[in-house]
């Protein structure tokens, strides 16, 4: 419909879509950040002219237009635009610095008790595993929900409408306040029918056609989310092998594997401290590339 995208390693495409690279002229200039420069001159140009009613192509993209920078004799100042690219990389990546810092997530080292965890899983987990039936610990209720018409842009939009979509958590916009009827409430997770893929929706959220709530029937917890969206979604394949109209039964008789204590209740502190791990690993994977970038982008920065 109209938006580019830079792609740094070899693709595919599909029909209606189009693999472009600088001409046999500029060759020898194409680099990552030009590249990243170009697609954000393209998308200004196209983004808002093109729509699914008046779709793109590149008969009609290739006569369009763009800005880039040049030099007084009227060549394309690609350097400059590499340079610039470099310049807010680096810039981001110190604002990223900073939110580590103010949210506490620089503090990435694992403790003896989280290591244990890890070594433990990459031995085969925990020894003490239940099963457990979908339909004792949620609950999945149709939405009422409504078209992308009904929403409004007034006010703060604080509310997600979540769709079929697989992308951004389900979220396909956010939406001002709309009805109460409508609300589903917070630490529920969502379930679109078209792929079946379990978002978990902290905040209260509208849905969209063809969307499923899924309550807990235990006290939610962020990380406790994170253990059971990972479970949630290995049902996937299950539930598109059958009809939309068998998906609550499925659902409902589907067994799950998880971590119990020794009285055999299920072990949700297991849970927080495993997926708390996980995540110092992550972030300390973040940091150690960031700490490269900022060194070697430094001297970009003081020029």
Do not use: C
């Not at 992308?148 to 979220?171: E, F, P, Q």
């Amino acid at each position: 419909m109209g938006k580019a995208f830079y792609q740094p390693h070899e693709f595919s495409i599909l029909q209606d879509s189009f693999a472009l690279q600088l001409s046999e002229e500029y060759q020898s200039k194409q680099n990552e950040q030009v590249l990243i420069y170009s697609v954000g001159a393209l998308n200004k140009t196209i983004v808002n002219k093109y729509d699914y009613n008046n779709k793109s192509g590149w008969n009609r993209i290739k006569i369009d237009k763009i800005k880039l920078p040049t030099y007084a004799n009227g060549s394309i100042a690609f350097d400059y635009m590499e340079a610039y690219i470099k310049e807010l990389e680096a810039e981001r990546i110190k604002e990223l610095e900073a939110y580590l810092v103010a949210t506490g997530l620089n503090d990435y080292a694992l403790t003896a008790e989280e290591q244990q965890l890890i070594e433990d899983f990459r031995n085969g987990g925990v020894s003490n595993y239940g099963e457990f039936m979908l339909g004792d610990l949620f609950e999945i209720q149709k939405t009422l929900s409504f078209n992308k018409d009904k929403l409004t842009t007034v006010g703060d939009k604080k509310y997600a409408y979540v769709t079929r979509t697989s992308l951004n958590n389900g979220i396909l916009q956010y939406t001002d306040f709309v009805n109460n009827e409508n609300i589903n409430s917070e630490n529920t997770y969502s379930l679109g029918l078209l792929q079946m893929n379990f978002f978990y929706q902290k905040s209260k959220w509208y849905a969209g056609q063809f969307v499923r709530k899924i309550t807990p029937k235990f006290k939610m917890d962020d990380n406790i989310a994170k253990y059971f969206n990972t479970i949630l979604n290995k049902q996937q394949k299950l539930l598109l092998s059958v009809l939309v109209r068998s998906i609550d039964k499925t659902f409902n008789n589907t067994k799950i594997k998880l971590p119990i204590t020794d009285t055999g209740d299920i072990d949700f502190n297991y849970m927080i401290k495993y997926i708390r791990a996980i995540e110092k690993l992550v972030i300390r994977g973040v940091i150690e590339w960031k700490d490269k970038q900022i060194e070697a982008t430094k001297n970009i920065t003081n020029q």
